[in-house]
């Protein structure tokens, strides 16, 4: 009764081993001729969950590509990008980071976007020795394995991306500073962490916790939390958010009508006009929020970077998305360490980067022997229906800080 | 026959020519880490769906949520092997004691559950365990997952030891699946798939099979959680409890064929590198994946619901045996073997009743189906039991037998109270019946079907094999008693009506029943089979079985039984030989209307 | 104390009165054809996307255009059923379960390639203002949803028992050789039976579509609540869907304020869990048939 499946069965596993054979030798041609193309691999969700910052971190890739080739290649080699989709699925980027090292035969690696798939593939990585650079790896536990070659290029990782929040709450004068706060979160990888991040430092100043709850990803309806941050009475609120929530909360304070002395939140206030219209732009005075780059930013190659975009991609600066330029940073890193190096020697490439200190359009980057970031994400501010850095002071573009928060506007 | 035997060697051939190449594939190519990848991924595909097989394929229960076992696996194995730091590998059988463990504690509603609410509770389990998963941070580290160290065996076996767990675990799953089929267990499983309420007429304990399939559905699919959370290095809410693999699984059964033991890995040999080529070499945008998924499921449900595979084969066995005629059956020239049990001695007790039952009552909304009917069944009796449509015959057999529970009221056999016994017990205590319209198991042969039933229970049984020596020598001698021993490998649901009947007295006999409950036996087949039939009920009888007929067929009553009871609106109105029951005039107005007994005084004036 | 506890009794009534109007659909198509339809939370979503683009392009208020969902949904029901639901009616329990599974992960997969991974909420001007009684709130949205959602349950409930369709459907629930035995086409009023079902998810959704964000994968949640709605209110009845969904709103409401908001939708796992093991009718369903072993 099972005669036809096994036959079947064993059919298919021949076919597909040959198949597997004539897939190897087609790439197994292979010149040795100097101007051959480097070939630089990554799988990318393009598709999926992550496809719009997937789709995002390519074409900082393929901007970064561009320019290096117009500048002459790197090692005197025309940069090759070989890009898969891995669909947002953990299982694709396994075997697609598999499939760029043994059967596509890539010189180098760049990394995926999303700790969830990064953490998978930076294994792959790893066990074959390769340097493993990610524009969008902020998660907690993404450096506690131990990695040699794992790199994040980004100022900070999600805990420390508010530090320079918190140490400009803690610099101020002890009548000034906020004594009590609130810390809502959605429960998000990117924005829960980045709000302990901050209340570690600042309950290590000694500013009291009245309020601390993470909400589901589907809360819409933030008045039950605005009372409840009403109720305590905290004069700094800190939002771990996204977008929705962000501009959510701010609308539910106005509601209940309670008006903190400082706000701080994540992403939502880096979405300019969609978030200046989200909350009525007479709102946003005064809100901090932090970012891993700014066009504003004047770092090296940064202007550089903004005009090649707008020129392949087109749209407005201030709608480049941040994971572009994150991707675009990543890329540098690898570029800063291959030409430093002068080889594709994997090992030599990983200490070098260990060593050294990468200018980006991020900023400085250097890590630790975990490959965290030790830098601190751009501080800003919306002032003026503007938002405008103010920290480091190196790249601050408005001298003055907004504080106390002004009142609602409604 | 030696045809057989050279096929079997074949097979056996085959299967071992194949295990040797996947197992020499990676020595023989190191470095190709991404074919062992994909293969890596086709053998956990083929663990996952070979579990599903087994509740779903074998019992006929859908699990939309046998991921839900991988990731409780997955995060067992790696929260254990962060605590005493010893290679996730070496831990891979707790994440299948975890499964086992929980499918049993699930267990405890699924035994009580039919069809449509068992895939409920598989839906809400999965996201039940997603959301635990994802909230009970202190312990899972909630959505940031939790990281397993990188393997420490040497970097040139790459992902070998991987390939090769995995891999066993895929025999191991084959094994199971093939071992269960050959079983008591197995078969029970087919016949709760066929019609439960049968299978626990004939003694098969359902609560505690579909128990058991859940748990072994489950078991090998923890394992391989704890091998693939170590092999992705990284365990999360999303990921592991997933329920898009859920339905991969299920798609790769299907596409291989449900219910048969190659399919699964057939299936996920298709699944998977059709994943990896659309993947590859189309680029999807977003949705195209699942949308495709969603087409492939419904088209293969709507129009291959068994599978690609076996309807296929289905197909070529139709096309070649279109031309064989079907034997007719003949009536046995031996004696009458074996049939009564140890309680219906002839000499026991005779004229005593048996059956007992005191005013019982059954309701459906607001309908009374049985309305405080009390009769008797004398021992060693052919009780006939008549009336018109709707007054409840059915259902009191129902009621009897174990089908249905009663609302009120007592029904004793042996004067012992049977009503808190279910069906497999009053089975297993000695009452066997037949249904009007016949339920055999369609898909197993005449002699697997009388084979089934089971006298007793005992967690012994259910490894024996599922037809044994004695147990088939039983049974055709069953099948020749009544005349269907030509028939006997063919699949039950090819046979005629009649035939169909004839069968299933065969298989009732198989208890050797004290009491047999027979519906409609003559209903819907020729005289000649009547006749057949009536001799066999008489030929029993005189063993010392008891029978209760319930027919519409008069001259067979009227010849047959002694009592006759006559049911009307659910209670019994009178009881007697055949002449008092044909005079008595409440008998003529429940079956003729209440004007008749008067229309018929006048015309007797 | 007692005002926090009213307060968040009064929300998960508001949210309930919303959940009874998407359950009563698919309480109702099990009743009549014995068909978990587990699409159901996918046409929910279709529905609040239809009413998102009607609301971006249009200007449309997301209440007003139930007028427009409701009967759109409706044909699209009527439409698949009679492709693809109506060949598997007389298979088992099943095999119709993984057809609409089917269902629903083709409806987000087509819903994802039109309108793209992205969490969307209807905002009407009313969404982020409150009725204020004493010290209690009551959002606009959840009061308008809820007595929108009464009145759609209401005209149901009239086209159920004053219309003949509505009472053909009834009898076909309760029992189908009777039906047929007077007169009524199973096959007809199966059909109309899905599409009602799939037309409450119309005017459902654009009630979501205000209240919730959603994207093409929020589906399960929503099965996931709708499952749980109908278990406990007993497979088949209506008034049951109604009281599920009442009880589970507040159920879920009370969780979110004192327990945590994070396990607020453990409650409909587990009530059907523990439903399915107690009392497998639910509170108002009838056991015509035996459905659970003994």
Redesign the interface.
């Given at each position: 009764m099972q005669r036809g499946g096994l036959k079947a069965l064993v059919g298919l596993v021949a076919l597909m081993l040959v198949a597997g054979a004539c897939g190897k030798a087609k790439t197994s041609e292979q010149g040795q001729k100097s101007k051959k193309p480097l070939l630089i691999g990554a799988s990318l969700p393009l598709t999926g969950d992550f496809s719009e910052p997937g789709s995002a971190a390519k074409q900082g890739y393929e901007v970064w590509r561009d320019m290096v080739n117009k500048a002459g290649g790197l090692l005197g080699r025309p940069v090759k990008l070989v890009i898969r989709d891995d669909a947002s699925d953990q299982n694709t980027i396994v075997s697609d980071y598999n499939r760029l090292i043994s059967q596509d035969k890539v010189d180098l690696l760049l990394g995926s976007f999303s700790s969830l798939l990064n953490i998978p593939a930076s294994a792959v990585a790893e066990r074959n020795q390769k340097v493993y650079i990610c524009p969008a790896c902020g998660s907690p536990d993404m450096f506690s394995r131990g990695f040699h070659f794992l790199f994040f290029a980004q100022p900070a990782r999600a805990v420390h991306q508010a530090d320079l929040f918190s140490e400009w709450v803690v610099s101020l004068p002890a009548d000034q500073r906020p004594k009590t706060a609130a810390y809502p979160a959605q429960d998000d990888p990117f924005a829960a962490p980045v709000i302990d991040g901050i209340k570690e430092k600042l309950e290590a100043a000694g500013i009291k916790t009245v309020y601390a709850k993470v909400y589901p990803p589907d809360t819409t309806n933030l008045d039950p939390i605005a009372s409840a941050i009403k109720s305590s009475g905290a004069q700094l609120v800190a939002q771990g958010s996204v977008f929705e929530d962000g501009v959510a909360l701010v609308r539910s304070l106005i509601k209940v009508g309670y008006n903190p002395k400082t706000m701080f939140q994540t992403t939502a206030p880096s979405l300019g006009a969609q978030y200046a219209n989200g909350v009525g732009s007479g709102n946003t005075e005064g809100i901090f929020y932090a970012v891993s780059w700014s066009p504003e930013a004047d770092y090296p190659v940064n202007k550089d970077f903004v005009q090649n975009y707008i020129a392949k991609f087109g749209g407005q600066v201030s709608e480049i998305p941040e994971d572009a330029a994150d991707g675009f940073a990543a890329a540098q890193v690898l570029q800063a360490a291959v030409k430093g190096v002068g080889s594709l020697d994997q090992k030599a490439l990983a200490d070098w980067i260990h060593s050294h200190t990468v200018n980006t359009i991020l900023g400085p980057l250097s890590w630790d022997e975990t490959g965290a970031p030790q830098q601190a994400f751009i501080l800003a501010q919306w002032q003026g229906g503007k938002s405008q850095i103010v920290a480091p002071k190196a790249v601050a573009t408005s001298a003055q800080i907004v504080f106390p928060k002004p009142n609602w506007q409604g | 026959m030696s045809a057989g035997r050279v096929n079997g060697l074949l097979r056996w051939a085959l299967l071992l020519a194949a295990l040797a190449v996947l197992v020499a594939f990676p020595l023989a190519r190191k470095e190709d880490a991404y074919h062992q990848t994909v293969l890596f991924l086709i053998f956990l595909f083929a663990v996952m769906s070979g579990g599903w097989n087994i509740i779903s394929g074998f019992t006929g229960y859908v699990s939309l949520g046998q991921s839900a076992f991988l990731g409780i696996g997955a995060y067992t194995v790696a929260l254990v092997a962060l605590q005493v730091h010893v290679s996730p590998l070496f831990l891979v059988p707790l994440g299948g004691l975890a499964a086992a463990a929980s499918a049993a504690v699930l267990g405890a509603v699924v035994m009580r559950t039919r069809g449509h609410s068992f895939v409920i509770i598989t839906i809400a389990f999965l996201f039940l365990m997603q959301t635990v998963a994802l909230n009970w941070r202190s312990v899972t580290h909630g959505s940031n997952g939790i990281t397993l160290p990188l393997p420490r065996w040497n970097s040139d076996l790459g992902n070998m030891p991987f390939y090769y767990v995995m891999l066993g675990l895929m025999v191991l799953s084959v094994a199971l699946s093939a071992w269960i089929r050959r079983t008591k267990f197995g078969m029970g499983l087919i016949a709760i798939r066929e019609d439960e309420d049968k299978a626990a007429v004939i003694g098969v304990r359902t609560s505690v099979y579909k128990v058991l399939a859940f748990v072994a559905s489950a078991v090998l699919i923890g394992v391989a959680g704890g091998v693939y959370g170590y092999f992705l290095t990284f365990i999360d809410p999303r990921g592991m409890f997933d329920i898009l693999m859920s339905v991969q699984i299920v798609l790769a059964a299907l596409l291989g064929g449900r219910g048969t033991i190659w399919g699964p890995v057939l299936g996920a040999f298709l699944l998977v590198p059709m994943n990896e080529i659309t993947n590859n070499y189309f680029g999807t945008s977003p949705g195209e994946r699942l949308f495709v998924f969603g087409l492939l499921l419904g088209a293969v449900v709507l129009f291959l619901p068994r599978g690609v595979i076996p309807t296929i084969r289905g197909w070529i066995d139709r096309f070649r045996e279109a031309k064989r005629p079907a034997p007719t059956p003949r009536p046995s020239a031996s004696a009458a073997p074996r049939t009564a049990g140890p309680g219906a001695a002839p000499d026991l007790e005779e004229g005593a009743p048996l059956l007992e039952i005191d005013g019982l009552i059954k309701r459906f909304g607001g309908v009374v189906a049985v309305d405080q009917c009390s009769l008797f069944v004398r021992r060693g009796s052919i009780t006939g039991l008549i009336g018109p449509n709707g007054s409840g015959k059915t259902t009191l057999f129902n009621l009897v037998s174990g089908m249905s529970r009663a609302d009120r009221g007592t029904v004793r056999l042996d004067s012992r109270s049977i009503d808190r016994a279910p069906a497999w017990h009053r089975a297993y205590l000695g009452i066997g019946r037949t249904f009007q319209i016949t339920r055999l198991f369609k898909q197993m042969s005449v002699l697997e079907n009388v084979v089934a039933p089971l006298g007793r229970f005992a967690w012994a049984q259910l490894g024996a094999d599922a037809v044994s020596g004695p147990e088939a020598r039983r049974a055709q001698e069953l099948l020749d008693f009544v005349g269907m021993l030509p028939l006997a490998d063919q699949p039950a649901g090819q046979l005629s009506f009649g035939q169909q009947k004839l069968v299933e007295l065969a298989q009732v006999l198989m208890l050797e029943p004290q009491l047999i409950l027979l519906d409609e036996p003559a209903g819907g087949i020729n005289p000649a089979l009547i006749q057949r039939i009536t001799d066999l009920i008489r030929e029993l009888n005189q063993q010392g079985v008891t029978f209760v007929v319930v027919e519409h067929n008069m001259p067979l009553v009227l010849s047959l039984c002694d009592p006759i009871l006559v049911l009307a609106r659910g209670r019994c109105i009178a009881q007697g030989s055949a002449e008092t029951i044909q005079g008595d005039r409440a008998v003529l107005d429940a079956y003729l209307g209440e004007g008749w007994s008067r229309v018929e005084e006048r015309l007797e004036v | 104390m007692t005002r926090q506890l009213i307060q968040t009794v009064a929300l998960g009534l508001l949210a309930g009165g919303v959940y009874a109007l998407m359950a009563s659909g698919l309480t109702l198509i099990?009743g009549v054809m014995?068909?978990?339809n587990?699409a159901q939370g996918a046409f929910l979503i279709l529905s609040a996307l239809f009413t998102y683009e009607l609301w971006t392009r249009l200007g449309l208020d997301p209440i007003l255009s139930i007028a427009v969902t409701t009967p759109a949904m409706f044909l699209l029901g009527w439409v698949v059923y009679r492709l693809?639901v109506a060949?598997?009616r007389h298979?088992?329990?099943?095999?119709s379960?993984?057809?609409t599974?089917?269902?629903?992960?083709?409806?987000?997969?087509?819903?994802?390639?039109v309108w793209?991974?992205?969490?969307r909420?209807v905002t009407p001007r009313y969404f982020?203002?409150?009725f204020q009684a004493g010290s209690l709130?009551f959002?606009r949205a959840?009061v308008f949803a809820f007595l929108t959602a009464i009145v759609v349950l209401a005209i149901l409930y009239v086209l159920l028992t004053r219309t003949w369709t509505g009472r053909a459907i009834r009898a076909s629930s309760?029992n189908p050789q009777g039906a047929q035995l007077v007169g009524v086409s199973i096959g007809s009023v199966a059909a109309m039976t899905f599409a009602v079902g799939v037309a409450t998810a119309g005017a459902g959704g654009s009630l979501l579509s205000i209240?919730?964000?959603?994207f093409?994968?929020?589906h399960?949640?929503w099965?996931?609540r709708l499952?749980?709605i109908v278990?406990l209110g007993g497979?088949g009845s209506l008034p049951g869907a109604v009281i599920g969904a009442l009880m589970l709103g507040v159920a879920e409401t009370v969780t979110a304020?004192y327990i945590?908001?994070?396990?607020?939708?453990?409650v409909?796992?587990?009530v059907?869990?523990v439903v399915?093991?107690i009392r497998?009718q639910g509170l108002m369903g009838?056991r015509?048939r035996?459905?659970?072993?003994?």
């Open positions: - | - | 099990f014995n068909i978990v587990v693809f060949r598997i298979a088992p329990a099943s095999m379960v993984l057809l599974f089917a269902l629903a992960i083709t409806l987000e997969g087509a819903m994802g390639l793209k991974n992205v969490y909420s982020a203002s409150s709130f959002p959840q309760a209240l919730y964000t959603f093409p994968a929020s399960y949640q099965i996931s499952l749980g278990v497979m304020t945590s908001i994070r396990w607020a939708v453990v409909f796992y587990l059907i869990l399915l093991l497998p009838v015509l035996e459905d659970v072993a003994l």
